[in-house]
């Protein structure tokens, strides 16, 4: 069993930074990949960003490319969202999750955190 918990989201205006992290626990966390997906209000889920086990690997959408940077933390068993030059169409409730492939599909990833909110005001 794998528990996440999420960190760090809030209210900054465009063109900020804000970094989010995930907390998880279990002795899986270096094994797992995790990633990071973002939902609005009546849209479905979408994936921002993934990293492997070992960190050696990422993923990323389009349309953070060049903007969030994914990274992690075995020792502390932490996942981090670095968002740069924030934009108001990355306001969501951003979720961490736990899963076994590098994938952008939800169905993928087997454990999630409750979510943190980010809003980026223009």
């Known amino acids: 069993q794998v528990q996440l918990v999420e960190s760090g989201g809030g209210l900054v205006q465009a063109g900020e930074p804000l970094r989010l992290s995930c907390a998880a626990s279990?002795?899986?966390?270096?094994?797992?990949?995790m990633g990071w997906f973002r939902q609005t209000p009546g849209k479905e889920r979408e994936f921002v960003a993934a990293?492997?086990?070992?960190?050696?690997?990422?993923a990323q959408t389009n349309a953070v490319k060049g903007r969030f940077t994914i990274s992690r933390d075995n020792a502390k068993n932490t996942v981090y969202l670095q968002m740069n030059s924030l934009k108001p169409e990355d306001t969501a409730v951003y979720y961490c999750?736990?899963?076994?492939?590098?994938?952008?599909?939800?169905?993928?990833?087997?454990?999630w955190g409750q979510g943190t909110q980010v809003t980026v005001s223009s």
């Open positions: 999750a736990a899963g076994s492939r590098l994938s952008p599909r939800n169905t993928d990833y087997d454990y």
């Open positions: 279990g002795r899986t966390f270096s094994s797992s990949v």
């Open positions: 990293i492997s086990g070992s960190g050696g690997s990422t």
